[in-house]
């Protein structure tokens, strides 16, 4: 279900680019779901600017992950958005122009079904 209001006031919303392509994570941050790795390749992207990313979710390996973003000079490029309601999952959805989801080892991962449906 895509949100009522527009991508661009979405994205004033949550002070994100409206210009930029956008791509979206929504994961529990654990060890798991392999965040390190998408940050690397977010790293190596970061050369051209024309792009951000929103990691959606709360987890234990939050610090180690804002550590690594900033490391990674990615700290105007990667929003941690934390968590978020489930009543305004379809606005976050809808923020997105990808959706990326590292993880290897997940086999139900509901968010890659949510994120389809948007």
């Known amino acids: 279900m895509r949100s009522p ?3 661009s006031l979405l994205r004033k ?3 994100l680019d409206s ?7 929504v994961s529990r ?25 929103c990691i959606v979710g709360t987890g234990p390996e939050k610090d180690q992950l804002l550590n690594l973003a900033l490391s990674l000079g990615l700290s105007n490029v990667v929003h941690f958005l934390g968590a978020v309601a489930f009543s305004s999952m379809p606005e976050v959805y809808s923020l997105a122009d990808i959706f990326v989801y590292p993880s290897q080892t997940d086999t139900q991962a ?6 389809l449906g948007s």
Do not use: D
């Not at 509901?110 to 994120?115: C, K, L, N, R």
């Open 110 to 115: 509901i968010v890659v079904s949510e994120a």
């Open 5 to 7: 209001l527009p991508k």
């Open 19 to 25: 210009h930029k392509t956008t791509l979206l994570c």
């Open 13 to 15: 919303k949550y002070s």
């Open 29 to 53: 941050l654990s060890k798991e779901k392999n965040l390190p790795t998408l940050l690397h390749i977010l790293s190596k992207l970061n050369q051209s600017e024309n792009f951000q990313a």
